[in-house]
């Protein structure tokens, strides 16, 4: 990717849909914007930047979902705070959780589920946001996945839980990964880009629901909701009730895998640049628009 050192022209996101964030009344679509936010186990408070943002659709009319990954690095216009009026401009859209939690303890998920809504156009309703902890938990429950490794990742840099170093080598094959592992093949990005991360966060995600199918491990996870909830709590947190999530599970269950779509905001949407002495993406915005209905549907802003 050529990366320019200019000033970046004004941003103006073309939002289809406002600012309110609106629950999902259960039969139109459904998103929900899930945050990774870098959080070690010896850290406490939510002032973490987003280290993965996903867009999850669920169009019930098409029975399709759409899985569309935003890089940490795009740079968008995060919306003034409508209640102490603080006006943020342009940041990294990996920014828009700590400052809303920085602005008012519990407005981080807010702000960035506002900040996709107003530039991508897709009206979000509801977030998840999870720390590694719970990603670990959460694949150990299941016993691990199987993910095909395309080539070998080799990270001598690989960061620890404590700033640290733990070096990291995957081989390339089909791969069983405990909780550890798959965090570390999601996050590692010192061999190739962050558009590949996300492709391989994405790759982690299906290849946790086709274990959940495959080993018909839903019955047993619905049975054990609460126990596995108050096992995971910690290190989740969501505008969606548990109930909700069960429910969701059990609809995914019979989304047939090819109506399954994904996508990427990768270097075929965006401009790299410096700007300020920091490397920024720009929306390539009369691109995103395509893109965005080839993931979510021609009916995505509705």
Do not use: C
Request: no cysteine; charged share 15%; net charge negative.
């Amino acid at each position: 990717m050529a990366v320019a050192s200019v000033t970046p022209p004004t941003l103006e996101p073309t939002p289809t849909v406002g600012l309110g964030i609106v629950p999902w009344d259960g039969q139109h679509r459904l998103t929900i914007l899930m945050m990774g936010i870098d959080k070690r186990p010896n850290e406490t408070g939510t002032t973490f930047r987003t280290d993965s943002m996903i867009v999850v659709s669920i169009d019930p009319a098409t029975k399709n979902v759409g899985i569309l990954s935003v890089p940490r690095d795009l740079f968008v216009d995060i919306p003034t705070d409508t209640v102490v009026m603080n006006a943020y401009g342009l940041q990294r859209v990996n920014a828009a959780y700590v400052i809303g939690e920085l602005a008012r303890p519990g407005y981080g998920a807010q702000l960035a589920m506002q900040t996709i809504q107003y530039n991508l156009g897709i009206r979000i309703n509801n977030y998840v946001v999870y720390d590694f902890g719970a990603v670990i938990s959460g694949i150990d429950y299941i016993g691990g996945i199987d993910i095909d490794v395309p080539s070998p990742i080799n990270d001598p840099f690989y960061p620890d839980m404590y700033y640290g170093y733990d070096p990291l080598y995957i081989p390339a094959g089909h791969i069983h990964m405990d909780g550890a592992l798959t965090l570390k093949y999601a996050r590692t990005r010192h061999q190739t880009s962050d558009f590949d991360r996300a492709k391989r966060q994405q790759q982690v995600v299906l290849a946790a629901r086709d274990k959940i199918l495959s080993a018909n491990l839903l019955p047993q996870l619905i049975l054990h909701a609460g126990e596995i909830w108050s096992k995971l709590n910690q290190g989740i947190h969501s505008d969606l009730s548990l109930d909700q999530m069960l429910r969701l599970v059990v609809y995914l269950k019979n989304v047939p895998t090819g109506n399954i779509h994904q996508g990427v905001i990768d270097i075929n949407y965006v401009t790299g640049m410096m700007y300020q002495g920091q490397s920024i993406l720009l929306p390539e915005r009369a691109k995103l628009g395509p893109l965005l209905v080839q993931v979510f549907g021609a009916n995505y802003n509705s």
